[in-house]
């Protein structure tokens, strides 16, 4: 076994792959844009649709009502699936490690220029460290997929990671999971 399946496990390739792309990701670049993928998700190109769509007001508010809400909730659901499901199969220290390293790129590394409408926008609605922190999550949430993606058929956060990579914004769920599809500005 080698040092790096050690450290990550038996998708240790893909997710040294993925902690290598972090710092070029999550640029939010191509908000808005027209993308190959649009048809498997539900397109979001403007500001105001976008607005009118997703509601990012927590006050008062539950899954039910909140599309970006329910969105948190189930990211949050996902990684504990794949999370138990890495424990069961003895990777738990592959999971320690490919979430800390894809935390710890993301902190320290993030490159390139985010889009500034982009930022005027999520700093109007969340707090700057709310919202990285939010994304800093989503980092070690898609390597712990990565992680157990040999042993599930889950693969909402490398979806996410796809659209993240591409510079769009993932910001909703519209149904129930696994039921629905992701919302994509």
């Excluded at 450290?7 to 240790?12: D, I, L, V």
């Excluded at 999520?122 to 999550?137: F, K, N």
Aim: hydrophobic content about 35%; aromatic content about 14%.
């Amino acid at each position: 076994m080698s040092s790096k399946e050690r450290q990550y496990g038996p998708n240790w390739a893909m997710i040294q792959r993925y902690i290598e792309e972090i710092p070029e990701g999550f640029l939010f670049q191509n908000v808005g844009q027209p993308d190959p993928a649009d048809r498997d998700v539900r397109r979001i190109h403007d500001w105001d649709t976008l607005e009118k769509s997703v509601d990012y007001s927590f006050e008062g508010a539950d899954a039910k009502t909140c599309p970006y809400l329910r969105f948190l909730l189930l990211c949050d659901r996902v990684r504990q699936k794949a999370e138990a499901l890495g424990t069961e199969h003895a990777l738990h220290e592959a999971l320690v490690n490919a979430t800390a390293g894809a935390a710890d790129t993301y902190a320290s590394e993030v490159g390139g220029e985010q889009d500034e409408q982009f930022l005027e926008f999520v700093y109007s609605v969340e707090p700057e460290y709310y919202w990285r922190a939010s994304i800093q999550d989503h980092c070690s949430y898609i390597a712990t997929e990565m992680v157990v993606a040999h042993l599930t058929d889950i693969h909402l956060m490398r979806d996410m990671w796809y659209w993240y990579r591409a510079g769009h914004w993932p910001c909703g769920w519209e149904g129930d999971w696994p039921e629905g599809r992701l919302i994509v500005f």
